[in-house]
């Protein structure tokens, strides 16, 4: 009787003890000014293709929580505001169909580009958070291009900073953020289909 009361008793326990984090209420995401049509087709025969590259990030940046610029060499992050997945992957998506939707240039993703000798669209996002002092959210992204059939990069900084609706908080940070990237990637393709 006692063997089988030890068994009972784990069991009973593990529906009240959680070592998880508990969820956040929501996730935060980003969506496209302008992205392809739905079932629009685009081929390398009739266009050009560009490889857009995940951007690479400081480690501030390398996680899901929203970072606030507290002072010139300090951040925090606000509380209970989590991204639905990294936030470069998030800009690189966004920026992929702003460059689809405004060029109408065939986009590939570094594994999809292997042979391919279209333009190369790579960078860093330097910054993608909230400024406190100024109640605004901030995107800098420094982009390095490789056009087609050119050896040599050209690089160029793109900065955006949309003021907030509210105080700061996740939905407030999250739409403000979503403007400024839009904006950038918008800033971006015109650069690009120059």
């Known amino acids: 009787m006692k063997l089988l009361l030890v068994p009972c008793t784990a069991l009973l326990l593990g529906g009240c ?35 857009v590259l995940v951007p690479a990030v400081p480690q501030a940046l390398a996680t899901t929580r929203v970072p606030v610029a507290t002072g010139p060499a300090s951040i925090a992050y606000i509380r209970q505001a ?30 999809e580009s292997f042979g391919d000798p279209g333009a190369k669209l790579s960078g860093e996002l330097r910054s993608f958070g909230v400024e406190s002092a100024g109640n605004r959210a901030v995107v800098i992204y420094d982009a390095a291009l490789m056009r087609d059939g050119v050896k040599t990069w050209e690089k160029r900084r793109f900065e955006a900073r949309v003021p907030l609706n509210d105080a700061i908080a996740p939905v407030s940070a999250a739409t403000a953020l979503n403007r ?13 289909g120059q």
């Open 180 to 192: 400024a990237a839009n904006q950038v990637a918008g800033e971006v393709a015109a650069w690009v």
């Open 82 to 111: 989590y991204w639905s997945e990294a936030p470069a992957r998030l800009f690189g998506r966004l920026m992929s169909d702003t460059i689809a939707a405004r060029t109408g240039r065939l986009v590939l993703s570094n594994a």
């Open 17 to 51: 003890i959680s070592l998880a984090a508990k969820a956040p209420p929501s996730l935060l995401t980003l969506t496209a000014d302008q992205a392809p049509a739905a079932g629009a087709t685009v081929t390398g025969a009739k266009a050009r293709s560009i490889t």
